[in-house]
């Protein structure tokens, strides 16, 4: 019953900005984390954010300093602010989180993915 809906992908021109978004509905007793991945065409998918429940985020050191992540737990949803976009950004953007329908377990859901393109 649980779903990801994102939004925001689009195509930019180098040095431009997106900001992603996740909203996280359906069954949801509690949610442990939020993030995003990212898969370009012939590599394998990679962490590029996460935000835990109690507020503690990791970043992949290539967007350290460029991408921001950020939730509003209110509205189960979290969000992506990237700027200064590289060429090497260009990827299918999925949005992940590990969330509790019940209190004594967990799931992962992914969703659909979207794609970023930055040109140069």
């Known amino acids: 019953q649980v779903q990801l809906v994102e939004s925001g992908g689009g195509l930019v021109q180098t040095g431009g900005s997106l900001r992603l978004s996740c909203v996280a509905s359906?069954?949801?007793?509690?949610?442990?984390?939020m993030g995003w991945y990212r898969q370009a065409p012939g590599m394998q998918r990679e962490l590029v954010a996460t935000?835990?429940?109690?507020?503690?985020?990791n970043y992949t050191d290539s967007v350290k300093g460029r991408f921001t992540i950020s939730r509003d737990n209110t509205k189960n949803t979290v969000y992506l602010q990237m700027n200064s976009l590289k060429p090497e950004d260009t990827a299918v953007y999925y949005c992940?989180?590990?969330?509790?329908?019940?209190?004594?377990?967990?799931?992962?859901?992914w969703g659909q993915g979207t794609q970023v393109t930055v040109s140069s």
């Open positions: 935000i835990s429940s109690g507020g503690e985020i």
């Open positions: 992940h989180a590990k969330i509790r329908p019940i209190p004594i377990r967990s799931y992962d859901y």
């Open positions: 359906g069954s949801i007793f509690s949610i442990d984390s």
